[in-house]
């Protein structure tokens, strides 16, 4: 190859390689609009994004991928928390978490009802984003280990081990959503932003049979089936699962879940002795 050809190559590439990534930025561009929900961009939303920055929460959190790595990223933590959940925990994170316990605590970031309220809308609208499994391997929102595995709770969900119904639950248990593994714990006295769910079925078996208990179910599987599909019908003693009569777990389940999901999270639930 002579210099002529070399510059040539040289020119040649430099030109197409710019014309690609220009291509890409464009398109980017383009379709950011979509991507990006922009159209969903409320004065809350705005507002919201006003007290993320004036509190200064990018220098602990991630959103995206983007901030400090000490604390959890919340760029899906309206799906994997609910907004009762995180309004309570936003007038006192300390009722949720010890920091004896846990070794670090967020301190309390005295907000008022208004700027919690449009920080969970700004917090909801990041959810909302197509982040294409952006980041890959974020610091989630869990704690504790799958009994006998030693993988982490809120882990991405796998394949199933078989098309079992028990199989298929726990790994649904594991993904999100639904998020199971996000609150709750399967190791006993490991709380989290639910109760940890070690002897589930032999814990539902006495709670129908207590008189505190004014749901319908007769049997551990209704029970557990009711608690996923109508959270607030028992509410489990302790401030930091309920407020005002309602339950801090997500109550939409019975519409992102088809009815065979239900059934297979049941299943392996009731595994839980």
Not at 32 to 52: E, H, R, Y
Not at 150 to 179: I, M, N, W, Y
Not at 182 to 201: E, F, W
Not at 214 to 233: D, L, M
């Amino acid at each position: 190859m002579t210099k002529r050809h070399t510059r040539m190559f040289f020119v040649g590439g430099t030109l197409l390689f710019a014309a690609i990534f220009l291509g890409m930025t464009i398109d980017s561009h383009r379709q950011f609009a979509t991507l990006t929900n922009a159209d969903q961009i409320t004065p809350a939303v705005s507002a919201g994004k006003d007290v993320w920055h004036k509190g200064n929460c990018i220098n602990c959190h991630t959103l995206l991928g983007e901030g400090a790595y000490y604390a959890p990223d919340l760029t899906k933590i309206t799906d994997q928390r609910g907004e009762p959940y995180l309004t309570a925990f936003l007038k006192d994170p300390s009722q949720f978490y010890s920091e004896k316990q846990h070794r670090r605590l967020m301190p309390n970031p005295k907000l008022s009802e208004e700027e919690i309220a449009q920080v969970i809308a700004f917090l909801g609208w990041v959810a909302k984003i197509d982040n294409q499994g952006w980041p890959p391997r974020p610091i989630l929102v869990s704690g504790g280990t799958f009994p006998g595995t030693g993988e982490a709770e809120g882990s991405a969900a796998g394949v199933a081990a078989s098309d079992s119904p028990v199989a298929l639950g726990q790994e649904l248990f594991r993904s999100t959503p639904p998020g199971c593994a996000s609150c709750h714990s399967l190791v006993a006295g490991v709380n989290l932003a639910g109760p940890s769910l070690a002897g589930l079925a032999s814990e539902a078996a006495r709670i129908i049979a207590s008189p505190e208990y004014q749901g319908n179910a007769t049997t551990p599987e209704e029970f557990i089936r009711e608690s996923i599909v109508e959270p607030s019908v028992y509410l489990v003693p302790g401030a930091m699962y309920s407020a005002a009569g309602r339950s801090f777990m997500p109550d939409n389940y019975r519409e992102i879940l088809e009815p065979v999901q239900v059934e297979n999270l049941v299943a392996y639930l009731m595994t839980l002795r």
